[in-house]
């Protein structure tokens, strides 16, 4: 197998085998300071006859709290044996949503400006507590509403993305098309959340 790696980049394996996706600390910066919120996201992605790949399975655990995320494809998404349900709240105004805020040598601040400027009068608060894997796995578990972001690399969200679908929701890009993992675009949530935030995103970004 080979492996997509945070801290080593790309190892080369088989390309007919499966290769893991894995960020050994999401939320580094937290760590560095004493910040209870932190991961490890493992994903593994599979080849398909399309020559495509698919990721299968994925795993998000934060230590602090001994939480254990996982999904498989078509078998759902769970916290330890708690079958997960992304959240059934209808309305913006009573929404949760989790982003992640631009930061020194990361992201496009002027676009974060104006999406957070058509999203933030909207929903019910917006909360950035710095570990991507976790928010997506949060919005599995029906905590968070919402989710957007850009900028983020696989590693970030493979295992995330799987679980958020698994668990009923629902993940584009910002221009609403099935490729957030490749844009490095991500907006998730259940149906009617997924598409007001849309709405909202394409609306700051014309």
Same mark, same amino acid.
């Given at each position: 197998?080979?492996?997509?790696?945070?801290? !080593?980049?790309?190892?080369?394996?088989?390309?007919? =085998?499966?290769?893991?996706?894995?960020?050994?600390?999401?939320?580094?910066?937290?760590?560095?300071?004493?910040?209870?919120?932190?991961?490890?996201?493992?994903?593994?992605?599979?080849?398909?006859?399309?020559?495509?790949?698919?990721?299968?399975?994925?795993?998000?655990?934060?230590?602090?709290?001994?939480?254990?995320?996982?999904?498989?494809?078509? *078998?759902?998404?769970?916290?330890?044996?708690?079958?997960?349900?992304?959240?059934? *709240?209808?309305?913006? +105004?009573?929404?949760?949503?989790?982003? #992640?805020?631009?930061?020194? #040598?990361?992201?496009?601040?002027?676009?974060?400006?104006?999406?957070? !400027?058509?999203?933030?009068?909207?929903?019910? !608060?917006?909360?950035?507590?710095g570990s991507a894997a976790l928010d997506l796995a949060h919005v599995a578990a029906g905590r968070y509403d919402g989710f957007w972001e850009s900028g983020l690399q696989p590693w970030d969200?493979?295992?995330?993305?799987?679980?958020?679908?698994?668990?009923?929701?629902?993940?584009?890009?910002?221009?609403?098309?099935?490729?957030?993992?490749?844009?490095?675009?991500?907006?998730?949530?259940?149906?009617?959340?997924?598409? =007001?935030?849309? =709405?909202?995103? +394409? !609306?700051?970004?014309?």
């Amino acid at each position: 197998w080979g492996f997509l790696l945070e801290e !080593g980049g790309v190892i080369e394996g088989d390309p007919a =085998k499966p290769r893991w996706i894995i960020d050994p600390l999401d939320g580094t910066t937290n760590f560095l300071h004493g910040i209870p919120h932190f991961a490890i996201s493992i994903a593994v992605e599979e080849p398909l006859a399309s020559g495509k790949r698919e990721v299968t399975s994925g795993i998000v655990y934060q230590p602090i709290t001994d939480e254990t995320y996982w999904a498989e494809r078509t *078998r759902g998404a769970w916290r330890h044996d708690q079958r997960l349900r992304v959240s059934a *709240r209808r309305d913006l +105004a009573d929404a949760l949503i989790a982003t #992640g805020i631009p930061f020194f #040598g990361h992201g496009d601040v002027a676009e974060w400006t104006r999406i957070f !400027g058509a999203v933030a009068p909207s929903v019910a !608060g917006i909360r950035r507590f710095g570990s991507a894997a976790l928010d997506l796995a949060h919005v599995a578990a029906g905590r968070y509403d919402g989710f957007w972001e850009s900028g983020l690399q696989p590693w970030d969200v493979s295992a995330g993305i799987l679980m958020v679908r698994e668990a009923g929701g629902f993940v584009t890009d910002f221009r609403g098309g099935s490729q957030p993992v490749e844009r490095q675009e991500i907006i998730a949530g259940n149906d009617a959340i997924h598409s =007001k935030l849309h =709405k909202l995103i +394409a !609306g700051a970004l014309r």
